[in-house]
């Protein structure tokens, strides 16, 4: 915004550039930045080359930064972000105001990532990566001992990828697009494959092979894919609220990915469809699923793959993967153990089926390793960290700083012995 020259009005104050910056907490040229972007208006001290700030507007600025910093009252004094990707209420998810599951069963996981990102369809659009990005993550997830994990092989490509690109610390919303359309499959193309490599076509298609040595059909296919899709972001899960902390501190693309996926490596987020699976798996073995239930209760264990704290009812996710799986001759079994599980846990407990036993059903039905639907749920997800990385490079750098409550010793303390 222009400096304005209109002289002020008489109950107008303003406040110098000094003054303005210590009430907002920045940097004075901070402060000019936020001018720069239509936030505050500034007007030239006359005869001088300083600017003067309207003080009403400055205050009203400092107080939106801290709501956003800090959580308003209104949010239980949790951090609450402001985002127009993803909204979650009355058991349905919509993506930029489009029903999820809608675009997630008509768009390929592609098509839907690019909705995320630009708010625009692209149909028919795939992502390829160059050979060097995908040799140098090769060359390095290869380099791992046989018992890594998932998130182990995902994040050491991610980090191989950057350093293989020149570009990274480029933040403008072309350069970090272009890094996605590159990042995935290059992510994808560097895990070890256990049927024939594929390097072509859907995403999905090319997962498949880095997940199961069985030969896919299109049913199968299309649940991967549609999977994939619906887990592309799911507002601001633990993985996605450490993205967008690196992105405020102006980490590059890769970097934010690589912080989620550091999150998700924990036991009770990314890794909950691998506990679905191998309890599916027991039920199976057993042909009852009481005995595995009481198993998980006696160690006092969670029951995995029932509940979710966004949905009252059902996960919509998981509803529209099980309408999928009932497609698949080959999921009859995995499906009535995933049913054996709900009914048997209904007796002291009514909770839905969710995402993650949907995902086990899936890969336990497929020839896949208990990680797998772990690898689906990352793979996917990194498209909505880069939304979210790209909706936060456009904020107020910095700002996910919290105040810490002090509960230690009051100071002054004596020097330690």
Do not use: C
């Amino acid at each position: 915004m222009r400096d304005q020259e209109p002289s002020p009005g008489p109950a107008e104050q303003r406040l110098t550039t000094k003054e303005a910056a210590e009430l907002l907490g920045v940097k004075p040229e901070t402060v000019y930045a936020y001018v720069s972007r239509g936030q505050l208006s500034s007007r030239r001290v006359p005869g001088g080359r300083g600017s003067t700030f309207d003080a009403d507007e400055v205050a009203a600025l400092a107080r939106r930064n801290r709501r956003e910093s800090s959580g308003s009252p209104a949010s239980g004094g949790e951090l609450s972000v402001r985002t127009r990707i993803t909204l979650i209420e009355q058991d349905r998810y919509y993506f930029r105001g489009v029903d999820a599951t809608e675009l997630a069963t008509r768009h390929s996981y592609e098509e839907v990532a690019e909705w995320l990102w630009t708010g625009t369809l692209h149909p028919g659009v795939t992502f390829t990566a160059p050979k060097s990005s995908v040799t140098v993550a090769r060359h390095a997830v290869d380099a791992l001992p046989e018992h890594a994990g998932p998130t182990d092989r995902l994040r050491v490509a991610a980090i191989a990828a950057a350093v293989a690109d020149p570009l990274r610390f480029d933040l403008s919303e072309d350069a970090v697009l272009g890094t996605a359309r590159i990042l995935i499959p290059s992510l994808v193309a560097a895990l070890p494959a256990r049927g024939g490599r594929r390097d072509e076509g859907p995403l999905a298609h090319r997962l498949w092979a880095r997940l199961s040595g069985q030969e896919p059909d299109e049913a199968s296919l299309r649940v991967l894919d549609t999977a994939l899709a619906l887990l592309v972001d799911h507002d601001l899960a633990a993985s996605t609220l450490a993205v967008r902390v690196a992105a405020s501190a102006r980490a590059h693309a890769y970097a934010a990915v690589s912080a989620g996926l550091g999150v998700l490596e924990g036991p009770l987020h990314g890794a909950a469809s691998s506990h679905a699976h191998r309890l599916l798996l027991d039920v199976l073995d057993q042909g009852d699923a009481a005995p595995p239930i009481a198993e998980e209760l006696r160690a006092g264990r969670r029951i995995p793959g029932l509940g979710h704290r966004l949905y009252q009812g059902e996960d919509p996710r998981a509803r529209v993967l099980f309408r999928l799986l009932e497609e698949l001759p080959h999921a009859a079994p995995a499906l009535a153990a995933a049913r054996d599980i709900v009914a048997t846990t209904a007796r002291h407990t009514p909770l839905h089926a969710n995402v993650d036993l949907a995902l086990a059903v899936f890969t336990a039905s497929s020839g896949m390793p208990s990680s797998a639907g772990e690898t689906i749920f990352a793979v996917a997800r990194t498209a909505g960290w880069i939304a979210h990385a790209l909706e936060e490079y456009g904020e107020r750098p910095l700002r996910m700083r919290p105040s810490g409550h002090y509960v230690g010793p009051k100071p002054p303390q004596p020097l330690p012995e």
